[in-house]
């Protein structure tokens, strides 16, 4: 299997990132992020993009499965602003890959609180309701992750300043967060987005209790 990880410079990102390249069904990784990773590995190849809604630079053609992990806090966005990061970004990606390989499955990375009927109060809801809507209409194989509290682990940080403090914060309770429904963690979520991409699923929106169940 090949597949595309966007945003694994980031907390969830980095978790799935190395899912895959713990995986021997993964035979190649593409990452496509803003920055460089700093990392090598055999299956791992990097296409850096300032811009992001541009990926004209890269070449969808043979992947199975991408894994959108990219999303930045509404705090202080317009909406216009957010939907440009949130909604333009994954589906000028979502496009050329489901145009190079119909059958490929699309896995995005929500949040709990999102809003499906894109009419709500909330801006980020409304925004995210909508990606997730275009994304499902768009691919047969596409699956909506909602994850609420994510544990860390193996290494891996938010790249938002206020999320790692509250993390430094709660770490000494993690033992304690782990065992309630609404939380998963970095490793999980890599482990069921990878394990929806092969054997699919029957839920299109997962939860945190879904996200934990899928082996």
């Known amino acids: 299997m090949k597949v595309i990880v966007y945003g694994a410079s980031g907390m969830v990102g980095y978790g799935v990132l190395r899912e895959c390249l713990l995986d021997p069904d993964v035979e190649q990784v593409l990452s496509v992020s803003r920055r460089p ?5 055999e299956k791992l190849t990097e296409v850096v993009l300032p811009d992001l809604t541009d990926q004209s630079a890269v070449d969808f ?3 199975d499965a991408c894994f959108f992990c990219l999303g930045v806090s509404s705090a202080g966005m317009s909406e216009d602003a957010y939907r440009r990061v949130t909604y ?18 699309f896995i995005y990375v929500s949040g709990m609180g999102t809003d ?3 009419q709500g109060r909330t801006m980020w809801a409304r925004v995210k309701g909508k990606t997730e809507n275009d994304l499902l209409k768009l691919y047969a194989h596409a699956y909506m992750v909602r994850p609420g509290f994510i544990e860390p682990k193996h290494g891996a940080t938010s790249s938002t ?3 790692r403090i509250a993390y430094t914060v709660l ?13 998963t963690s970095t ?3 890599g482990k069921a987005m990878l394990a929806l991409a092969k054997h699919g699923g029957d839920k299109k929106i997962l939860y945190p209790q879904d996200i934990n169940a899928v082996r």
């Open 116 to 118: 499906s009927t894109e």
């Open 171 to 183: 770490r000494p309770v993690f033992p304690l967060i782990s065992r309630m429904k609404s939380v």
């Open 187 to 189: 490793e999980q979520i």
């Open 37 to 41: 990773l700093g990392q090598q590995h």
């Open 61 to 63: 053609a043979g992947y």
């Open 88 to 105: 333009d970004i994954t589906m000028a990606a979502a496009n050329p890959l489901h145009e190079a390989n119909p059958d490929a499955c």
């Open 161 to 163: 300043t206020a999320y």
